[in-house]
């Protein structure tokens, strides 16, 4: 980055309180700032960049971002959330609202930044969509009341809304940014009615400039593009009636204010995330089925443009000059970061940021800012700075680490040029951090619980490795096994050996097979239903010895094994179901006599065994 632009900043919330660093290059904390020590629990920048403010359970300070002098302090105690308005003019603050016997603690306050003084105050039970929603010029303010959307000047907060938008069965609402403010609102499905999304200009509620109804809809985000002239709404249901995915059923919908169009993006399964480019021109969605979803780039008309590929990815964000796309898997996937070039459509490079739980563009846009935050993650705390070339260019680890974010600024401060910058030299710590964070070894294929410590079937054998590599794989297991835990492993295997030794027929048995080989039947595949009923299996000469002759035939060779589940016939299926479940009440007795306590449900099913006994006979038949 030049050196005659301004330096970012960002800020960061920990254990031992807040702190404040430069962004690349300097990466140290600015001159004059004085850290703030103690039980921190929140902190917030104002959009504009211009405050920071952070709450302790004492009160609330207010500190100039640039010049790091204090200029305000409230007398709040046990502040949970704060807020500011688009400009910073305001500041909003929540507390747990105290439960009185007409409900009228009024836990949300309304502030002026500068004069300190309090404008008003509501009552807001719930934590989540707590502050009112402020136009991009702070004329107006809104929050919902039951049906209603009030809407308030500042200059009149004190007094009584100036007007209302009252819908019957509306149940969330979002302002609009940009220059000319519209107001959508939602309403759900009701007594078979679709659900429904309406567009209104903020200074006419009489009708609606924009309106969609669809199906399937139990609640939305709606996700405005920054210039306010269209937006996307993700609909989501808690239920899929279909049975396809656990997680409900997801459909996205894009409206254009003007009213001139509106349609279904067309997407396959399950949406993962949803952005808006900053030029408001396109935008990218991640969906499709894990572990390999699909992410398409779509214009303003809601058509594909670009596929970026399948991969497991559930995050995506745009850099502030919407030149650089980061397509991310967090959470309970892998940490992966990919950067993509967003004009010439091809990737810049891939990373692993593993146990990522935040993720923040600075507004350089050159740098991405990954943490891992308590108490998401309990270890391994901290932060790391990425060029969005790969390079890791900075690391800080600390105990626990609770929040982090930079400070924002407009992009046009930091253009980005035709041609995307060179990477920068790592940071001394940088090549440490990523020996660290090197992705661990596969632990191989999943193993049930009762065949973990044993030596893997030499069916799932790789056929390059060699007999003392995995003698010495079947030694490093036996060493974590307990000592009765091995005791019982080398029961199973004697036992094992022993029916083997059974199973092998004597040389010169009459057949020719050499000393030693078991000897392979050319007798057919016996018949599997009459064998389950006790009849005569094919090729045994002796009915009344299937218990010392089972699964072989009479010149001692081994019989086919048993059909694959594929193989049986449904009335097959039914028996071996109705025993598994009489198994499960049998070993359920057993807990019940030895003194256990029983789940209600355990309980039931032991009730259902007389029912089982007869439907398992009824089968037999």
């Not at 808006?276 to 594909?304: C, E, Y």
Request: charged share 20%; hydrophobic share 35%.
């Amino acid at each position: 980055m030049s050196s005659s632009l301004p330096p970012t900043q960002f800020a960061f919330r920990s254990s031992a309180g807040i702190g404040l660093s430069e962004g690349a290059p300097a990466f140290g904390a600015p001159a004059g700032f004085e850290k703030q020590a103690g039980n921190i629990r929140v902190l917030q920048y104002s959009k504009n960049g211009l405050y920071l403010a952070w709450a302790t359970p004492e009160g609330v300070k207010v500190m100039d971002a640039q010049s790091l002098q204090m200029i305000q302090e409230f007398a709040i105690k046990d502040v949970i959330e704060i807020d500011f308005s688009p400009k910073g003019t305001f500041i909003s603050t929540w507390v747990r609202q105290i439960k009185t016997e007409d409900g009228s603690h009024k836990n949300m306050s309304i502030y002026e930044v500068k004069t300190g003084q309090e404008l008003t105050a509501f009552s807001q039970k719930n934590q989540n969509n707590w502050n009112v929603q402020w136009t991009d010029d702070e004329t107006y303010c809104a929050r919902m009341v039951s049906n209603e959307v009030h809407f308030w000047e500042p200059k009149n907060l004190p007094k009584a809304p100036f007007t209302k938008l009252r819908l019957e069965g509306m149940s969330q609402f979002s302002l609009s940014p940009g220059k000319s403010t519209s107001v959508a609102v939602f309403f759900g499905e009701r007594k078979g009615a679709p659900a429904m999304v309406r567009i209104y200009s903020i200074t006419n509620f009489s009708v609606p400039l924009a309106s969609k109804s669809f199906f399937k809809a139990d609640r939305v985000q709606m996700i405005w593009n920054q210039l306010g002239t269209n937006i996307l709404v993700w609909a989501t249901t808690d239920v899929d009636k279909t049975g396809k995915s656990y997680y409900g059923e997801t459909n996205l919908y894009y409206l254009a204010v003007a009213g001139n169009f509106d349609c279904r993006v067309p997407i396959d399964g399950l949406i993962h995330d949803v952005a808006w480019a900053p030029a408001s021109k396109d935008f990218v969605v991640i969906h499709g089925q894990m572990p390999s979803p699909k992410t398409t780039l779509f214009d303003h008309r809601a058509n594909a443009v670009h596929e970026f590929g399948r991969d497991a990815r559930n995050t995506i964000k745009w850099n502030p000059q919407g030149r650089v796309l980061v397509l991310a898997g967090f959470g309970n996937l892998a940490g992966t970061m990919d950067f993509w070039d967003r004009k010439t459509l091809k990737k810049i490079t891939s990373v692993s940021a593993r146990d990522t739980t935040a993720c923040e563009w600075s507004p350089d846009g050159r740098h991405i800012l990954t943490a891992t935050l308590s108490p998401r993650l309990r270890v391994d705390n901290g932060y790391k700075i990425w060029h969005y070339t790969g390079t890791l260019v900075h690391v800080e680890e600390m105990n626990e680490l609770y929040q982090v974010s930079w400070r924002p600024c407009a992009p046009e401060i930091y253009p980005i040029r035709t041609s995307l910058s060179p990477a920068p030299k790592p940071a001394a710590n940088a090549s440490a951090a990523q020996v660290k964070a090197a992705p661990v070894k596969s632990m191989g294929a999943y193993r049930p619980p009762q065949a973990r410590g044993t030596p893997a079937p030499s069916l799932f054998a790789d056929a390059s490795g060699s007999s003392a590599a995995a003698a010495a794989a079947a030694a490093a297991a036996d060493a974590n096994l307990s000592k009765a835990a091995l005791k019982n492993k080398k029961k199973r295997e004697n036992a094992k050996k022993n029916k083997e030794g059974e199973d092998v027929p004597a040389s010169g048995s009459g057949n020719n097979s050499p000393a030693g080989t078991p000897a392979r039947s050319n007798t057919p595949r016996p018949n599997s239903t009459s064998a389950r009923n006790g009849s005569p299996v094919i090729g045994s000469n002796n009915n009344n010895n299937t218990n010392t002759n089972k699964g072989k035939s009479s010149n001692g060779a081994l019989l086919p094994a048993t059909p694959s589940a594929g193989q049986m016939t449904e009335t097959e299926k039914k028996i071996r179901n109705v025993t598994k479940k009489l198994k499960q009440i049998h070993e359920l007795k057993e807990k019940q006599a030895a003194g256990e306590t029983l789940e209600l449900t355990q309980i039931q099913k032991i009730t259902a065994e007389a029912a089982l006994l007869k439907e398992l006979e009824a089968l037999k038949i």
